[in-house]
């Protein structure tokens, strides 16, 4: 019997996954911006992105945009690799018959 | 993903929805820029137009007079525009870096080959200028896989090798063709899809 990968738990979350799936695209996104598209509230976002923090999943720069502050997320190598992972995890769960390259 | 209940445990299918929209939402990121192919479509169209007509109606010496004087304004309201709109920027995109730094190189190239054309007469600068716009307009159009970019592109390019058998009178005509087709009328559709896809 085939042995299915145990998806990430760190990505196998709403918010955190839909939050990769945002930056996995781009080179940096505001804060506000994921908070826009991912229709979180700022206190959530908060607590999701410092978990992908300490993971080591994306990094975050806090700086000012003239007087007013800024949080700019980008996503890892790290992020990237596990990212790709639960991609091909996922696949696996819906083509468990196809191999992934 | 519009909701506010936002789930710990999701399933499989879960997943690969999520995947889907916010790579999507992520694509459409990418901001409106038909500014910057109006405004220089539009001033490179004037420039040329103005001077077909000092060259051939007015007969003047000084039929070149439009080309510093447009050029210098829309370098000057492409700075100001594009530093504000960086300001407003919520998002980088790595097409958008790419992009910046091909236009930046389009630039240098058009400079460059107007510095050639002052030494070694315009009519050898025009079929390159035409040319080197074509270069930036298809990068671009192939980035964003945007159709009537790529054939402004062949255009522009067209109209610079047909430009280097005929006279700088029909130079300039073959300029305003090549930036009506290739920056104007893309720039009018780019504008309108932006507009219908973001409502």
């Known amino acids: ?101 | 993903m519009k909701n506010t209940e936002l789930k710990e445990n999701i399933n499989v299918e879960d997943g690969f929805k999520i995947i889907n929209e916010m790579i999507n939402t992520a694509k459409t990121a990418v901001g409106d820029n038909s500014f910057y192919y109006l405004l220089w479509g539009w001033l490179v169209f004037a420039a040329a137009t103005i001077n077909y007509y000092l060259l051939v109606y007015v007969k003047t010496e000084y039929q070149w007079l439009p080309w510093p004087f447009l050029m210098g304004a829309g370098g000057i309201i492409t700075f100001v525009y594009s530093y504000f709109a960086k300001k407003n920027e919520k998002v980088v995109t790595y097409f958008s870096k790419f992009l910046g730094y091909t236009w930046t190189a389009v630039v240098i190239a058009i400079i460059l080959t107007a510095f050639v054309g002052s030494n070694y007469g315009v009519k050898t600068a025009y079929p390159m200028l035409m040319i080197i716009y074509g270069i930036g307009l298809y990068i671009s159009g192939r980035t964003f896989n945007f159709v009537p970019l790529i054939i402004g592109s062949i255009i522009c390019w067209a109209c610079g090798v047909v430009a280097c058998y005929v006279s700088f009178d029909y130079q300039l005509i073959l300029l305003g063709i090549s930036v009506l087709l290739g920056y104007i009328i893309p720039g009018y559709i780019l504008k309108w899809q932006y507009k219908h896809e973001t409502v």
């Open chain 1, 1 to 101: 019997m085939k042995q299915f990968k145990e998806l990430d738990p760190i990505l196998h979350s709403q918010l955190r996954l839909s939050v990769v799936s945002i930056l996995i695209g781009l080179k940096e996104a505001e804060f506000t911006f994921i908070k826009e598209k991912t229709g979180a509230t700022s206190g959530n976002l908060s607590v999701q992105l410092e978990k992908l923090l300490s993971e080591g999943y994306i990094t975050i720069e806090k700086t000012y945009k003239g007087k007013r502050p800024l949080t700019i997320c980008r996503i890892s190598e790290k992020g990237i690799v596990q990212f790709d992972s639960y991609v091909k995890a996922l696949q696996e769960y819906l083509q468990p018959n196809k191999k992934n390259n």
